[in-house]
């Protein structure tokens, strides 16, 4: 840890196969939290690279607790003609969190959409650490039992066609760092590598990051990790999610190859709308914003969800564009088949035992 600690203090980056290392120092508790500390606050300052980040994603999902999502289930395939009809599209819609500014839980919404829609979802998510209000958060006051074993996860992916994998059950080895970034506090490459170490192997997925700057690069990652299809996002403002309040890039993942653009609410037919229309709060805060848009309410923060359901849409295979996407999502909501697989994913949480740790 000394000798990487000061490579990266010298501006010098890692070999993918260095940083697999020093992750599994880490996650094995070989490390101090100071030593921590210095590492996250030295690759802050230095920037991460593809192959850092593809490294230190590589040994965490080796350590990870796996769920199988593929039992049991047709699902859409995202491209017919090259992946075989039996592989499963599995979605997740994770943000890296970090972004500063405190919006309603997007993703999570968006989760419940996409499911509503027949898409099967593995939500991977934890509380907030550098933001208000996490995933886990809000779910839990919407009263989402969080606490179930691997086996009641995978059930329940296969059975409601949407799971809630909440990374702390997931990812024991990721305790030793929990300190270290609780104490800090600040963004660090441990918010890049969430989203990209989902338990159940998600193949697609929409990923928002908190810098225009790294959606390329971590486009790059998830081709580098074998992703299928993906679309990696930035919202102007630091938004980590598709915007309806400007312009947003967007890197996607299609085909083995990555591409980039912008996009703003009206070249999609929206309405661009001010920023403080699609503040958040606190998780109870939060959890009334997810009824109300699920129940069917209109305006600027239905609106950012359309957004970006309709590109879990078009990921998954299900869609070529937004305005089809758009539609898509409306239906899942006014339809009221959303909503039915908040409710549903409540009670099958509820029915479940606790997860028994060793």
Partial sequence: MKTTIAKLVKQENLTEEEMGRVMEIIMTGQATPAQIGAFMTAMRIKGETVEEIAGAARMIRAHATPVNARNHCKSVSIDRDEINIEEETILDTCGTGGDGTNTFNVSTVTAFVVAGAGVKVA??????????????????????????????????????????????????????VAGPRQEI???????????????????AQVLGVYDMDLTEKIAHVLQRLGTKAGFVVCGEGTFDEISICGSTK?????????????????????????????????????????????????????????????????????????????????????????????????????????????
């Fill in 250 to 358: 967007i890197s996607r993942l299609e085909e083995g190859r990555v591409t980039t653009s912008f996009m703003v609410p009206e070249d999609v037919g929206m309405t661009r709308a001010l920023p403080e229309t699609i503040k958040g709060g606190d998780a109870t805060e939060n959890a009334r914003i997810v009824r109300e848009i699920l129940n069917g309410e209109k305006g600027p923060k239905r609106d950012m969800v359309l957004l970006n359901a309709a590109a879990a849409f078009m990921t998954a295979g299900l869609e070529d564009d937004f305005p089809g996407g758009i539609e898509r999502a409306k239906e899942s909501i006014d339809s009221g088949c959303a909503r039915q697989k908040l409710e549903q994913l409540i009670a099958f949480t509820k029915q479940c035992n606790p997860f028994l740790r060793k």
């Fill in 123 to 176: 939500k991977h998510g934890n509380r907030a650490v550098s933001s208000r209000c996490g995933s886990a958060d809000v779910l839990a006051d919407l009263g989402l039992n969080l606490d179930l074993n691997p086996a009641d996860v995978e059930s329940c992916i296969n059975t409601v066609g949407i799971g809630f994998l909440y990374a702390p059950l997931f990812h024991g080895a990721m305790r030793f």
């Fill in 185 to 203: 506090g600040l963004r660090s490459i441990f918010n890049l590598l969430g989203p990209l170490c989902n338990p159940a192997g998600a193949n």
